[in-house]
């Protein structure tokens, strides 16, 4: 029997259990019905909060967009050098996943089921990496090295690739070997060896390396 | 309206217009302004989060052939 709820609290516990279902088997896998039968409510009251499963799974994702936020607040507070941004936007990336998870499963599933709304969603998630690092990059890195562009290019996607499985590793399938380091730990490791591989010495960096206006 | 400095980050996406701006005001004076053209939408939230936090004024902030403008005076 269904406990009587407020609106906005009916409308909650819709949501966080739509959001459990939809991490654990994807948009596709799930029915109204059975995100209605999780919180013991009629599928006709469901749809007096979701005008469908897709506007549901829509104010899923909503809930994880307000990272941009954070991003505001660690450039006001942290320096515009070029590699404490990238640090201080890595950090506010995976403490907002590490906090919940089923925002990177919902994205693996995504992945799969092709979506183009919602692969536009996660794409830009990590294109303000991608687009922060080539646009650094690109201010920055000699021009007479070979393949510049594409050196560039690739960075931005070696970054996401980077960032992404250490992600999958730490909060979806805990290591053994990687016990000792935590997330956060093993993100400054990753954003250090990154800076390195890509050629740049992370002293001289950070003496000159800043976005300029 | 006069402009003291002007900053286009057009096709940026966040935080990068933030991080422009931050470094263009702080190659102002208190009292002058910097414009900002920028096409990211969210860019409109986010100028006025960066105002609020860093005291400058947001002077205006408005939309001009799919554009958004913002003008933003540095505080003293």
């Known amino acids: 029997m269904s406990q009587r709820l407020s609106g906005p609290e009916r409308r909650e516990s819709i949501l966080s259990a739509a959001q459990g279902l939809f991490a654990n088997k994807g948009l596709h896998g799930v029915s109204v019905d059975e995100i209605a039968r999780a919180v013991h409510v009629s599928p006709a009251i469901l749809y007096r909060h979701f005008d469908s499963k897709q506007s549901l799974y829509d104010a899923v994702l909503e809930k994880f967009s307000c990272q941009r936020q954070s991003y505001v607040d660690t450039i006001v507070n942290h320096g515009t050098r070029f590699e404490d941004a990238l640090a201080g936007m890595t950090q506010v990336f995976i403490k907002n996943v590490a906090e919940n998870p089923d925002i990177l499963k919902i994205e693996l599933h995504s992945l799969l089921e092709g979506n183009p709304a919602t692969l536009a969603f996660f794409q830009n998630r990590w294109k303000s990496f991608t687009d922060y690092i080539e646009f650094g990059l690109n201010e920055y890195l000699p021009y007479d090295i070979p393949n510049r562009e594409k050196t560039i290019l690739s960075a931005g996607l070696m970054f996401q690739g980077m960032v992404r499985e250490a992600l999958i590793q730490k909060c979806l399938q805990p290591q053994d070997r990687l016990v000792d380091l935590s997330l956060y730990e093993l993100s400054n490791e990753l954003v250090t060896l990154f800076l390195r591989s890509i050629g740049i010495n992370k002293t001289q960096l950070s003496r000159k390396a800043t976005i300029s206006s | ?76």
């Open chain 2, 1 to 76: 309206m006069d402009f003291d400095s002007e900053l286009d980050a057009s096709g940026l996406n966040c935080p990068l217009p933030i991080l422009r701006a931050k470094k263009a005001i702080s190659a102002l004076d208190a009292g002058q302004t910097l414009k900002i053209i920028a096409t990211d939408p969210g860019s409109v939230k986010d100028f006025e989060a960066f105002c609020k936090q860093t005291g400058n004024e947001l002077v205006s902030s408005g939309e001009e052939e799919g554009k958004f403008v913002f003008a933003i005076k540095k505080a003293a």
